[in-house]
């Protein structure tokens, strides 16, 4: 009878590559995870690895395997799910992972809906970057997370992972307002979807972006869907962005953007509630989309569904899309030019 456990850690290596990464993700010594892998290949009666001095791959036999962990692993959730729901009331950790727009902008109102109808769950938000959510999903480390993709940066699939549409929001170009611009002049927010904007062509996004070609610009550290999105969206236009700094923080993008250290892409939650730094924020055609994400067959777990849910009630209307369920579709206005 093969091992459920083992299984779990030879997905894990077709997924992360090598044995030094399991260990690490699943707090287990190397040494360990190669022992409990040769038990698997014993336990298979044939080679799952191929070792080549320090490296190893998995075999066609290895690979086949993965497959059907993946589907034993489903199933096993899906039985998690349903021992879940036969209890009465939802109690006990809900780990939970989020990037920072949305952890500061949706998940605390999220969280009280959630403290009010279950209150024995115990959610416990980690601000995880999009880029390492599968990673801490299928390892254990999350139950669910918010996770996004761009346009020029799209959400590869993740084996062994499913996901639910949650809202889009709009991208700006944030540069310096002209220095004959009076200030401080009190803060305009975006025009909600009751206050459409007046119709009229939109601009090129290519050449907003390429008027720029020459500035310093301002992106979000290398390794992150935010870096990633910005020099694709620059590289679309025809140029390769001159980085000045890198940044995570988008309301210090935008002080450092407002002091004229350079232009950057910014997402509408990006902007804080309260108003940016002097700085003109042009829309462009270019959105970011966030999704729900969870282990392939939790789906139905109470736990998720109820997080799931409260995040949906959470969604301010000026970010519902049509995959969102009780909402209405944001209108898709002319661009406009905001200055803040």
């Known amino acids: 009878m093969l091992d459920v456990r083992r299984l779990r850690l030879l997905r894990e290596l077709a997924r992360r590559g090598t044995i ?6 699943l707090a287990f010594s190397p040494s360990a995870v190669s022992q409990q892998l040769a038990v698997l290949e014993r336990e298979a009666g044939l080679a799952l690895l191929e070792r080549t001095g320090r490296s190893v791959r998995l075999t066609p036999a290895g690979q ?3 497959r059907h962990a993946e589907a034993v692993l489903e199933r096993l959730e899906e039985a998690a799910a349903d ?14 992972g989020a990037f920072p727009t949305a952890t500061r902008a949706i998940v605390p109102a999220a969280l009280v809906a959630l403290a009010r109808r279950h209150p024995g769950l ?23 997370a918010l996770v996004h993709e761009y346009d020029f940066v ?19 170009l944030a540069t310096p307002a002209p220095t004959a611009t009076p200030a401080p002049a009190p803060a305009v927010t975006p025009v909600p979807a009751a206050e459409p904007a007046a119709p009229g062509p ?34 679309a236009a025809g140029f390769t962005p001159r980085v000045r700094h890198q940044v995570d923080e988008f309301a210090t993008v ?14 509408q939650l990006g902007i804080p509630d309260h108003g940016a730094p002097a700085v003109v924020l042009t829309r462009l055609l270019m959105e970011r989309r966030t999704r729900v994400a969870f282990r392939s067959g939790a789906a139905a777990h109470p ?11 959470a969604v301010p209307p000026e970010l519902a899309t049509a995959e969102t369920p009780g909402v209405t579709q944001l209108p898709h206005p002319a661009p406009p030019v905001y200055v803040r």
């Open 83 to 96: 021992l879940a729901e036969a209890r009465s009331g939802l109690a006990g950790a809900l780990r939970i």
């Open 303 to 313: 736990a998720v569904a109820a997080f799931g849910a409260a995040l949906r009630a």
């Open 64 to 66: 086949n395997l993965v």
């Open 202 to 235: 939109a601009p090129d996004q290519g050449s907003v972006l390429r008027a720029h070609a020459a500035s310093p610009w301002i992106t979000a550290t290398p390794g992150t869907l935010c870096h990633a999105m910005t020099v694709r969206a620059c590289q």
């Open 154 to 172: 799209p959400a590869p699939p993740e084996p062994g992972l499913a996901a639910e549409p949650l809202y889009r929001e709009a991208m700006y």
């Open 122 to 144: 115990e959610p416990m938000v980690s601000e995880t970057d999009p880029a390492a959510v599968a990673h801490a999903l299928r390892g254990g480390d999350l139950d669910v």
């Open 254 to 267: 935008l002080a450092l953007v407002a002091a004229g250290q350079g232009v950057a892409v910014v997402p």
């Open 20 to 25: 030094a990464a399991v260990a690490e993700a």
